[in-house]
């Protein structure tokens, strides 16, 4: 099983979230790719904001996400924040320069799972997972929930829920025992489909 878990985080607390679906799928046996996308936001602005300058370097070793990413893995996880209940710009950016891999159906059939992070409780959680997931469809790939098989999507009250995993960002940037489990379980089930799919 290959997965490949591609991301954007500000701030860091969804690359604490990437880092989680990574180690799930990596305890399912699953080789992972643990990819960013290219950031957008101007130099002159990250240097300026020390929060976001600090998760900037936080995040400096992992590698940068190219399209062949994406051919070889059998399941694909993808995160971003949400913005106004939908994904990052820099997220659909990346997602945008699919189109010659959708020409050719080189993700059609794959297992393909949405994660996000908001700083309210009603902030756009399951709405950005939702308009996330229109990218699935156009591809033909296989939509894989978190699902309330996970135990802790039916007691988490901050992120989290059968969408996908999910965090609250103003709690604080590190994840809760409850986020960090659903994010876990998630990159386990996801690995364990896309490995059916491939099989």
Known sequence: MK??????????????????????????GAEVRLRKVPELIPLEVIEANPSIKAAHELQQSVPDATLDDLVWA??????????????????????????????????????????TGANTMHGGHES????????????????????????????????????GPSELSGKGIELSEEEAAIARAFGRRLAEVAGKLAG
């Open 128 to 163: 950005t997972i939702l308009t996330m997931s229109t990218f699935a469809y156009h591809h033909g790939m296989v939509i894989v929930p978190a699902s309330y098989a996970i135990p802790e999507v039916h007691s988490t009250r901050t992120g989290g829920s059968p969408y």
């Open 74 to 115: 059998d399941g694909i996880a993808l995160g971003s924040p949400t913005r106004f209940g939908n994904m990052t710009a820099q997220l659909k950016n990346f997602l945008d320069q699919t189109g010659p891999l959708w020409a050719q159906g080189k993700l059609f059939g794959k297992a393909v799972g949405f994660f």
């Open 3 to 28: 997965i490949t878990v591609v991301y954007y985080s500000m701030t860091g607390s969804v690359y604490r979230l990437a880092r989680a679906v990574a180690e799930g799928a990596e305890s399912a």
